[in-house]
């Protein structure tokens, strides 16, 4: 059966922009019966970028809880935390030993952290820039490599760590014979980008999001203060560059956004806009996120279920792990 794999790295609290661009379309990839899933905290990944433990395991909580509050199908998915399955981490090793250092050198995310230290000329440019950053995209193939994933939904910030582990993939297989499946991504071009408060791409980096289970007087008071341009009620306006819109679309069905559509045409108040808005997103969300509290409340029931997962993964990693050390010449010497 075809294997797919979908890794959740574990910063900060899931928002409106996650959802709709990635967590609802993989809840619902996850239904499927003709593939197997592998879902997982990339929490290892998390300590890449923060360095404060009670932030980490806030938001392993936190993560855990919104994908099972949403209806993540875990009979059907293989859903784990990274760090339960030290496998991982023995593949990363191995595979880091067949790593070129120069393919590393052209990861984005790690020349950018160099381009920024040397914008100041007396910059030393490894300033900040830890192994961990610099080692991963090893770490993110090793994720995949070890359960064999072929096909991997990402976003389109993630293809280039596609094609190092392909990479990594091919010079290990080259090496020690064809162990290892070679990974492809899968972007899907129709997902959309949500816009944030102020009208740029939703993300945790502009500080303008809005948090997918912020209480509703606090979901309300957040739409109150989207930007909106300074139009009176009756003038007919264009939903197409309009925030509002935009988010409203994302979680409509086709008749409403085309009733809502109509309405712009004939002129909207940007207040009763904001009320449809707020009435929408709330109706919508606030089944999961009372689930969503519920689940904060039991963390051990989480941790039961990922625990549960983490042994169905073991059970790949495990015997896989056992074949790629006997590969690589670490084998009883008896
Ligand atoms: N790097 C991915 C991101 O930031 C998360 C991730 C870690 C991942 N390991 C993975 C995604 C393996 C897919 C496969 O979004």
Known sequence: MEITLTGITTT???????????????IEASRRHDVQSFYFLADYHALIKCQDPAQVHRSRLEVAATWLALGLDIDNVIFYAQSDIPEILELTWIITCVTAKGLMNRA????????????DPDGDPDKGVT???????????????MFKARKIPVGRDQIQHLEMARDIAARFNHLYGEHFVLPEAVVDEKTAVLVGLDGRKMSKSYGNTIP????????RKLIMRIKTNSL????????????????????A????TAAIRARYAQGIGWGEMKQILFEHLN???????QRYHELLQTP??????????????????????????????IRPLG
């Open 253 to 256: 069905r086709a008749e409403e």
């Open 300 to 329: 051990d029931h989480i941790e039961r279920i990922l625990k549960q997962g983490a042994q169905r993964a073991r059970e790949h990693s495990a015997p896989f792990l056992a074949e790629l050390r006997r590969a690589v010449g």
């Open 232 to 251: 009176p009620p009756e003038a007919p306006k264009d939903p197409e560059t309009c925030t509002l819109f935009q988010i409203y679309q994302a979680f």
């Open 212 to 219: 997918l289970f912020e209480p509703e007087k606090s979901l």
């Open 283 to 289: 109706s919508r969300l606030s089944e999961p996120r």
């Open 108 to 119: 984005h995310a790690y020349k950018a952290a160099v381009a920024e230290n040397l914008a």
């Open 131 to 145: 192994m961990g950053l610099f080692s991963y995209p090893i770490l993110m193939a090793a994720d995949i490599l």
């Open 12 to 26: 900060g609290t899931p928002h409106l922009g996650n959802y709709v661009g990635a967590i609802l379309p993989a």
